[in-house]
């Protein structure tokens, strides 16, 4: 069975229909990392996307933010002011879903989290240490995770963890050792490169494949300029940070 893994949609419609139709066909199931909602133009469209595709899902600090379970003083500004717009458009059904939720699980045999295993609603895994951390507590050899918008493999070695070289659009082997994997973002990347992220999963022959795909990144910001979003919200999304 393949997954197709993402994270970090962010009410980027866009963003998420392009990953959509340049993986159609490829995938049976849908794991969706948490952070549909925040910082984008299209939260009610976007939720509607991912409910219907039936996702596994967890709740992202976003998400849970939107839904008022994380308070608003723990978002940067830029963040704030966003969910702030969300949260009039979004329907009670909607919230309802969200709050259904949880920020980790396992599913066929995966730790799926949206942060890290240490704070699953916030922990950011950007160094081998906090990667390091996060493999001890697993219960299983693969963590997939989200929340930095940075795509990235950490591998568990006999010396402690390091970060593999990621090739897109060609299947990596996740057999031998323990991973820490994290996509990457669909709607809002910040490795400097804008076009959507995402990855293919493979269960049986426990391989993933990395892969993006240049969106119309000009629509999504003219969305949010109409919506009156303030510029610094706007123009990280030209330069992927
Ligand atoms: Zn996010």
């Not at 490829?26 to 009610?44: A, K, Q």
Request: hydrophobic share 40%; glycine share 8%; proline share 6%.
């Amino acid at each position: 069975m393949v997954a197709l893994v993402i994270t970090d949609l962010h009410a980027n419609l866009v963003a998420l229909k392009s990953v959509l139709s340049a993986c159609a066909g490829s995938f049976e199931e849908v794991w969706c990392l948490g952070d549909i909602v925040g910082y984008g133009p299209e939260p009610v469209e976007t939720l509607a996307e991912v409910r219907r595709l039936r996702p596994v899902s967890l709740a992202g600090n976003h998400d849970q933010g939107l839904i008022g379970r994380e308070p608003l003083s723990m978002f940067s500004a830029g963040a704030r002011d966003a969910l702030q717009r969300h949260r009039p458009l979004v329907s009670e059904d909607d919230v309802a879903w969200l709050a259904g939720l949880s920020s980790s699980l396992v599913h066929q045999s995966v730790t799926l989290v949206h942060g890290s295993l240490s704070d699953p609603v916030w922990g950011y895994i950007f160094s081998p240490l906090e990667a390091e951390d996060t493999l001890e507590r697993a219960r299983t050899s693969l963590v997939f995770t989200g929340h930095t918008h940075v795509p990235v493999i950490w591998r568990q070695q006999p010396g402690g963890v390091t970060e593999e070289r990621i090739e897109y659009g060609r299947p990596i082997s996740l057999r031998d050792g323990m991973f820490v994997i994290n996509p990457g973002s669909v709607g809002q990347p910040r490795n400097g490169n804008p076009s959507a992220h995402y990855a293919l999963f493979d269960t049986q022959n426990r391989s993933i494949t990395f892969d993006r795909v240049k969106y119309p990144v000009r629509r999504t910001m003219r969305k949010m300029r109409s919506m009156g979003f303030p510029e610094s919200s706007v123009s990280r999304y030209a330069i992927g940070r």
